[in-house]
């Protein structure tokens, strides 16, 4: 049936030109204009990263660029990475073209606010970049008082651009839950909707709830400017450590709003590779929901040894261990799911794997740091640098890249080089390990973060780390010419070349029509109801 | 790990080991039973069926429960240890760190007079401390968070402004370890780094005041003492000598010269203007740069100061 389509307009040649781009209200164009600012962005963290790698490859500083260069890049190469790629990177640009398509509904529920939180991303990401470079801004990303409070006023612009960003993550993230809530195709209990969507639906409610805290800490930070009243800045009586918990009670459900998404897309990968019913569908849902509610109260783990009362550091060390359970059920059912089935090394399922092999360094790293006398010791080392790396990268970036390779023919109904796809996973598996699994040992021998210039000891794990990064840049480099080249050349698919059973792939054409279906699809079975499964002699 | 020194290496040390082999284990299961999966039902034929299997209530409470127990036990044996590391026991030798951009300043309050500086341009003596004696540092800062960190000691805690912090620790081992700042605070964050040196408690004394206390040499000259309080009191951190511009004016060519002010006016840079700016540095501040300098009244003698002037002199 969706083999009719084929041959009408679809949602990439519907309407034509830069007009009807800018102001359109569809949810899947809408996702490919954050996916190419989200790229953009990434090359551009990217690159401030290898400067900074570069610049670590002797342990004297300057040989590359200046002390303050270095910190201005380190600033750039945190803030891009962590608001205008890894947030938006999976919720807003797969997100906004996956979910109506997966939930099998014409558009998001508001069409007009998604392109308003579109533009408020695009906006908001020129002012936070011109305050960043304009501010001269080198604090890191953390904005950390009372240090950021020496360079003028740019602690207010920078968390003002990181409010506006995250404004359009309130409204994307409000979209989504009304979307999950009221446009379900007929049929689509809840627990049949699949666990990409469980994820965006969970990343949304914790944006909502979060990102309001990052206002109140602007309105803070404004007011002891303006009124003089000491809040965070100790010259005036205040407690620079308050900004740290403000800070943080927004940027640690932020690491889940980056990594949660990851998950959803972990999880459609593994089973559709693998023809597998996802193995604990309810698990996986529930400790999404799980998490998103634990992790607005773990976030003083971030500041063991800042001064925090000792009984506070307790009390979120033992939350911490709480948020590390519903991780590890979700990392033993992926690993499960593989379990008697047809397992199919494609590019996408590489990315799955190379996910569970780096996200599970990620998260078994976590335990060291949330011990809190181990913590005492790595905390602000490169131990804690390759951890989130491992997380970040590691978990949200693989994911996404897989999650890119998976949809991408649904996205533009063409097939990329699978040869050329599993050549640069290999540099990007070799690359990433070879980048960060040092820093691990670099950081437990006691080498701190945010250094530009370092003790000759750790000079060779340094070295290393730096060919990694530029094996890294390698194998992004790669995907993106093979990506680009397959637009035009790519071998062109039918509506559902991995035969998966979400209504992305069963009820619309590659790329799909405008409207996304022709008629109101209906939804029977479970997404993870794949023919090959052997019905016979049920195992269970 | 690197070197164990201080009583609480062994503790944090124990538990590290005891968490590197618990992930080992689960990552080996991990990636066994993955890598086993993937070798094993790797698509041999286009239609090769699949179990149907979908959960199992036993296996999902087992992996479930058994790493929340686990989780449990790592959680209480780093509370113990860092309980146990929060609690000074009693009578142990007081010391009092200042951090500063971008260096470390140690007093001793049983010992006036006393104080040893880090330095910017090389890993300098820090912190003097006897083996074998609970040693209780009380920290905090005159400008922005930094945060004092001995690996070989594994204790780190924030040095923070507008309140004090503590840590304490025993040393057991003689010899000089590396002291660093960890929470950034600047330009120079990578070299606010200091070397503390573990003694014998019978040479302790002797060599702290040695170390620590800054007099005349005899037959030193003036401008000879005065380069060694420059590099010894911090103030190279910000001030160059060979007119290279940092956070403070070159000394080169500084004395004599007419400087431009913030405030409009101009000064000759001479023994009055000198000695002003190193007592109240914030009120003649020249044009371009942040008042930003902390005072020196009652950390230099007036002896010292006529010696930095007879220093600078010599800086053409």
């Known amino acids: ?540 | 790990m690197p070197t164990a020194a201080s009583t609480f290496a062994e503790d944090t040390d124990n538990l590290y080991f005891f968490i590197t082999a618990l992930d080992t284990l689960f990552f080996v299961l991990i990636m066994g039973a993955m890598g086993y999966f993937m070798w094993k039902y790797r698509r041999r034929s286009k239609d090769q069926k699949t179990s149907s299997i979908t959960h199992s209530g036993v296996i999902e409470f087992l992996w479930s429960a058994i790493p929340t127990v686990l989780l449990l036990v790592v959680f209480i044996w780093g509370e113990c240890d860092f309980v146990r590391q929060s609690v000074a026991p009693a009578d142990p030798l007081e010391v009092r760190v200042t951090g500063q951009k971008w260096y470390w300043t140690v007093e001793y309050p049983k010992y006036p007079g006393v104080s040893l500086n880090s330095s910017t341009e090389e890993p300098a003596l820090t912190l003097m401390v006897p083996k074998g004696k609970p040693v209780r540092l009380t920290m905090t800062s005159t400008d922005v968070i930094h945060s004092f960190f001995v690996p070989a000691f594994r204790v780190k805690r924030d040095v923070v402004p507008g309140r004090y912090t503590q840590i304490w620790f025993e040393a057991t081992r003689i010899g000089e370890f590396n002291l660093f700042c960890t929470e950034y605070c600047g330009d120079f964050h990578s070299n606010m780094t200091g070397v503390v040196k573990v003694l014998e408690p019978d040479d302790f004394e002797r060599e702290l005041i040695k170390a620590g206390v800054l007099t005349q040499e005899e037959g030193e000259s003036m401008a000879a003492y005065g380069e060694r309080i420059y590099k010894r009191r911090g103030c190279v951190a910000c001030h160059s000598v060979d007119g290279a511009d940092g956070t403070g004016p070159s000394w080169q060519g500084l004395y004599g010269r007419t400087e431009s002010l913030s405030d409009g006016t101009t000064v000759k840079a001479e023994d009055q203007y000198i000695k002003d700016s190193i007592y109240e540095p914030n009120k003649q501040v020249v044009a371009g740069y942040a008042p930003q300098m902390p005072s020196y009244q009652g950390q230099l003698d007036n002896e010292q100061v006529t010696a930095v002037i007879e220093y600078i002199k010599t800086l053409k």
Not at chain 1, 72 to 95: D, E, N, Q, R
């Open chain 1, 1 to 540: 049936m969706a083999d009719a389509h084929s041959t009408e307009s679809n949602y990439l040649t519907a309407t034509t030109g830069l007009k009807s781009w800018l102001f359109t209200l569809d949810h899947k164009r809408i996702g490919l204009m954050y996916l190419v600012g989200v790229l953009v962005f990434f090359l551009a963290g990217g690159v401030f990263a290898l400067t900074l790698r570069t610049e670590l490859l002797t342990p004297q500083g300057g040989d590359f660029i200046s002390a303050t260069t270095y910190n201005k890049m380190f600033t750039l190469h945190g803030a891009v990475m962590v608001f205008l790629v890894i947030i938006p990177s999976v919720p807003a640009a797969l997100g906004n073209f996956l979910l109506p398509l997966m939930l099998g509904a014409k558009d998001v529920a508001f069409p007009r606010l998604n392109l308003l939180s579109f533009w408020i991303y695009t906006l908001g990401s020129m002012f936070f970049l011109f305050t960043l470079a304009a501010g001269q801004l080198d604090t890191g990303w953390t904005f950390y008082t009372p240090y950021s409070n020496t360079t003028g006023t740019a602690v207010i612009s920078a968390t003002f651009g990181a409010f506006i960003l995250g404004f359009s993550s309130i409204l994307t993230g409000l979209n989504f839950i009304v979307t999950v809530h009221k446009m379900r195709a007929p049929g689509m209990t809840w627990n049949k909707m699949p666990l990409m969507v469980w994820a965006l639906y969970s990343t949304a409610v914790i944006q909502v709830l979060a990102t309001p805290v990052l206002a109140i800490t602007l309105l803070l930070l404004i007011v002891e400017r303006t009124l003089m009243i000491g809040i965070f800045d100790p010259a005036m009586g205040g407690d620079p450590v308050l900004y740290q918990h403000f800070f943080w009670f927004y940027s640690h459900p932020a690491v889940y709003i980056m990594i949660l998404p990851g998950f959803g897309i972990e999880s459609e990968l593994i089973a559709v590779h693998s023809r597998k019913h996802i193995f604990g569908y309810k698990a996986i849902a529930l400790s999404s929901v799980a998490i998103a509610i634990i992790s607005f109260v773990v976030w003083g783990h971030h500041m063991f040894v800042s001064g925090q009362s000792e009984l506070a550091g307790i009390v979120f060390s033992f939350l911490t261990f709480a948020v590390a359970v519903p991780t590890a059920i979700k990392t033993f059912s992926w690993v499960a799911t593989l379990y008697k089935g047809s397992i199919e090394f494609n590019t996408p399922m590489l990315y799955g794997l190379m996910f569970l092999f780096t996200f599970s360094i990620g998260g078994l790293t976590g335990i060291f740091l949330g011990a809190l006398s181990v913590d005492v010791h790595l905390h602000d080392t490169y131990f804690v640098v390759a951890h989130f790396h491992y997380v970040m990268m590691g978990g949200t970036i693989i994911a996404f890249v897989g999650g890119i390779h998976h949809w991408w023919p649904k996205m533009f109904g063409v097939m990329y080089s699978e040869k050329w796809g599993k050549i640069s996973a290999l540099f990007i598996f070799v690359g990433f390990n070879m980048t960060f699994f040092n820093q691990f040992l670099l950081g437990q021998q006691g080498m701190p973060r945010r250094y530009w210039s370092y003790a000759p000891q750790f000079q060779q794990q340094h070295i290393l780390s730096t060919v990694g990064g530029y094996l890294l840049l390698v194998g992004f480099m790669i995907i993106a010419i093979y990506l680009v080249h397959s637009l035009r050349n790519g071998e062109k698919v039918g509506p559902n070349p991995w035969n998966a059973q979400s209504l992305e792939w069963t009820a619309t054409a590659s790329p799909p029509i405008e409207h996304n279906f022709h008629g109101q699809p209906r939804v029977e079975n479970d997404p993870y109801n794949f023919p090959e499964i052997d019905r016979t002699g049920s195992s269970h």
